[in-house]
């Protein structure tokens, strides 16, 4: 986030609500008031100091002696990115499908669900589905109805998306090195819980390539993304990375 990027993440491994933590013998608030934390790192981080905060103690330092703070202000920051993912069979997928129908509420994450086919068969069959954490059983709930509910969620609110793991960890070509179970928040693609991985997103525009009677140019488009690719080869070659897994995803899994 410090530097202006963002990234995916499953929640999957927060526990439940109102499940028991014995340590301490209280009961868990559950995965989305622990995103509240996620978004409020956000906001701090890109706020700057344009909160309405002046010291009243005069500086007595002379003009010279000043330091020059203000050598590169952007006008505004980057808000922030970040996708959140939920994993269908999760105890507060409820919550967490309706967390962003207030207004004002992790407003720095873009929200998904991350649905298996069991549960589109579950939905297709209108079964029963069950929502477990560490393999225990919480809720057995209509398929149905949690459809429903994410429809009408996305309808008023345009949250949660959906994700079908099936599909996006068959037509994963680094599925070797692990399942994916989340996807960045720009475009939407699939990353490496395990080895954290990069994304760096460049589009052709396909409307270019349409000619005047209304057929495609696939010659010059093919000549282009050989071009675009080596361009977006060189981004990764010359990027700066803040932590070094993920330079090495950069080198390595391109």
Known sequence: LASEGGYGINFDFIRPRGSLI????????????????????????????QDGYRDTLKNYLDTDQL?????????????GAMMGVLSIWHPDIEEFVRAKQTSGL??????SVLVDNKFMEAVE????????????????????????????STY????????????MRKNNPIIYLGETNATNPCGEIPGNPYLTTVCLLGSLNLTMYVNKDRTFDF?????????????????CDISYTPLSSYAWALKNIR
């Open 22 to 49: 014995k340590g301490v013998g209280i009961k868990h608030p559950g995965v989305v008031e622990y995103m509240k934390i996620w978004d409020q790192v956000s906001t701090c981080i890109v706020k700057g100091d």
């Open 125 to 152: 069959n209108n079964d029963f589905y069950e929502l477990t954490f560490n393999d225990v059983v919480y809720k057995k709930i209509k398929a149905k109805a949690l459809e429903d509910l994410i429809l009408e």
């Open 156 to 167: 008023k609110r345009a949250e949660p998306g959906i994700l079908f793991a099936d599909n």
């Open 106 to 111: 992790l407003t720095k994450f873009n929200i």
């Open 67 to 79: 330091i020059d703070l203000e050598t590169s202000v952007k006008a505004m920051a980057r808000k």
């Open 219 to 235: 010659e010059t488009y093919k000549a282009d993304i050989k071009v675009f690719t080596r361009m977006l080869d060189n981004v």
